[in-house]
């Protein structure tokens, strides 16, 4: 072997000896998965030729390819994930990791990954190694999927987001971090509605409100009908999210605040705030909004 073709192997193979890529015994995680060391090796594996370039060697999110990523890949380390389908603040199943490495996160360099049933599950089980704190202790529990309740708002659509921008407007105060998309007198109006009048307006009404977050950095809530929406699409999808809340993120799980059929209706209504998104319609909304006396 000439010495081009050492010095080309030579960082291949010092990556391949890194600690953490020979794991010799299996490890128990929470909810009481116990998994082997040749499946921990093959999703460190897979993780060195998927993940590493964003995520880092240490699942830190400081890859060599994270400089200025907004937002920056995700941090393992801290055990937190965002967009599971359990209560924000538990243990995400490995289904929503599946989810997530599968079909990507729109709007962000987390693509989606077409990598065999085996090595999705490897380096699902890997990636928990980056929080021992979290994952290995098997008397720790996961979180339980948030359950869907009926919707009465099917073939019944547009009632439910005539309804669902009250909600979001009046009981769930969604445009303390989201944009607002109401007039003011619609605003006025509800508050009376629901006892708690309306004396001013923020300023900022119609803006999102960058929020703080458990990642080390600030969080920037969608503007509905500008920003795509990270992990929902449909109305379904919406309900769900919105139910579960995104950990860490200041987003919480609204499943059991507002009724459910709140739930339903606020769903309807962002889905169609998301179904403007560049269209005239969304020029011809805030033309009205930032044109008011």
Not at 36 to 63: F, I, P, R, S, W
Request: a neutral charge; hydrophobic letters at 30%; glycine letters at 10%.
């Amino acid at each position: 072997m000439n010495l081009k073709k050492i010095s080309y192997l030579l960082p291949l193979l010092l990556l391949a000896c890194e600690e953490g890529g020979h794991f010799r015994e299996s490890k128990t995680f929470a909810g009481g998965k116990v998994v082997t060391a040749d499946t921990l090796n093959l999703g460190y594996t897979t993780y060195q030729e998927y993940c590493v370039q964003c995520h880092g060697v240490k699942g830190d999110g400081a890859g060599v390819s994270s400089k200025g990523m907004f937002p920056p890949p995700r941090n393992f380390t801290l055990g937190l994930y965002k967009f599971g389908t359990v209560p924000s603040g538990d243990l995400p199943r490995d289904e929503d990791f599946y989810r997530i490495i599968r079909h990507g996160l729109n709007g962000t360099a987390m693509l989606k990954w077409d990598i065999s049933d085996k090595r999705l599950d490897a380096v699902t089980q890997y990636i928990k190694t980056f929080a021992p704190a979290a994952w290995e202790d098997p008397s720790k529990t996961l979180g339980e999927p948030t359950a869907f309740s009926p919707n009465p708002y099917e073939g019944k659509e547009a009632e439910g987001i005539a309804y669902g921008k009250e909600v979001y407007h009046a009981v769930a105060n969604c445009q303390s971090c989201h944009s607002g998309y109401a007039t003011k007198a619609e605003l006025t109006q509800w508050g009376k509605k629901y006892n708690s009048p309306v004396t001013e307006f923020e300023p900022n009404l119609y803006q999102v409100k960058l929020q703080d977050s458990d990642y080390g950095y600030k969080a920037l809530p969608p503007d509905f009908t500008w920003h795509p929406v990270r992990s929902a699409y449909k109305v379904d999808e919406l309900y769900l999210r919105i139910g579960s809340g995104i950990n860490g993120s200041g987003m919480p799980a609204w499943k059991g605040v507002l009724e459910d059929d709140q739930l339903w209706a606020v769903s309807y209504y962002v889905k169609s705030l998301i179904d403007i998104r560049n269209t005239p319609d969304r020029e011809v909304l805030f033309s009205q909004l930032n044109n008011q006396k």
